[in-house]
């Protein structure tokens, strides 16, 4: 096992870079690594190959937090997480301070997500998608991968992404990576770690009534949205909804998304599921 190359400014990740010719691939984290991270890191691996370059940016960004989220107390782990990295055979990380990422202060200019932005996650936490997407561009334009891999759970943003890459004509991959999930179906988090034991016992709702609707889905909309409601309980609901699987809104029929949003206690947990319509 050999330690990956720690680079913390700009200078020192484009050092780290040029040692390599072959594929690259970067996989994006605020750190708190879990082992959905660690198959996010095994992924990219499978895309750069043996001779290729893994990159893992650990970064908290601060553009992504409103006004009384958890930015202040988000899990900081690093010395963890540069063992995890090591532990997959990641070759760099990419860890900056927010100064060095974002040297001129917070940015006048950022990238608007548009319509999607301001739906789902975007009514709840407004300006949050315009943070991601801002830090995800200058993080693709600072590493230049091959692929960027980003995990499922968080479906609207890699839909977002991908929307921007193919807007804006970025010359990155964007590659999504199924959920990873506890035994009883909680999707990993690195906030799980913020539930109490009554919390943690009431969470795995969520999946309980993503995979009812999506076992609904013979039924139609209707069908699905019923069966998933019936199973969320314990938990106070933010929004369940299901969406054609680019998340456009319309009649619905054929590849889906069902999604839901709910708070245990005062813990903000996020899941979807695909769902086939007739």
Not at 173 to 193: K, W, Y
Not at 214 to 237: I, S
Request: hydrophobic content about 45%.
């Amino acid at each position: 096992m050999t330690d990956p190359i720690v680079a913390r400014t700009r200078d020192e990740l484009t050092e780290a870079l040029a040692q390599g010719e072959n594929e690259t691939a970067v996989v994006m984290t605020m750190g708190a690594l879990h082992a959905g991270h660690r198959v996010l890191m095994r992924a990219a691996r499978e895309q750069a190959g043996d001779d290729g370059t893994v990159i893992v940016t650990i970064f908290v960004n601060p553009l992504q937090f409103g006004p009384g989220e958890d930015f202040d107390r988000y899990p900081r782990a690093f010395d963890a997480d540069l063992a995890a990295c090591a532990d997959e055979g990641v070759d760099v990380v990419f860890a900056p301070a927010t100064e060095e990422l974002y040297p001129y202060g917070e940015p006048l200019v950022r990238v608007d997500p548009g319509p999607l932005g301001t739906q789902l996650e975007g009514a709840v936490r407004p300006g949050h998608f315009a943070g991601v997407l801002t830090v995800v561009a200058k993080l693709l334009n600072l590493t230049v991968p091959h692929y960027a891999l980003f995990g499922e759970k968080d479906y609207q943003q890699l839909t977002l992404i991908r929307r921007m890459v193919a807007d804006l004509d970025l010359p990155y991959e964007i590659l999504g990576v199924p959920t990873v999930r506890e035994a009883d179906g909680l999707a990993l988090s690195s906030r799980n770690l913020y539930l109490s034991a009554d919390e943690r016992a009431a969470a795995p709702s969520l999946a309980r009534a993503l995979t009812a609707g999506a076992d609904a889905a013979a039924g139609g909309p209707d069908a699905v949205l019923a069966a998933a409601r019936a199973e969320l309980t314990g938990v106070d609901v933010d929004y369940l909804e299901l969406r054609g699987d680019d998340l456009a809104t319309g009649p619905l029929s054929g590849p889906a998304r069902l999604l839901v949003a709910a708070r245990a206690g005062a813990t903000r947990l996020i899941d979807n599921i695909a769902v086939d319509l007739p």
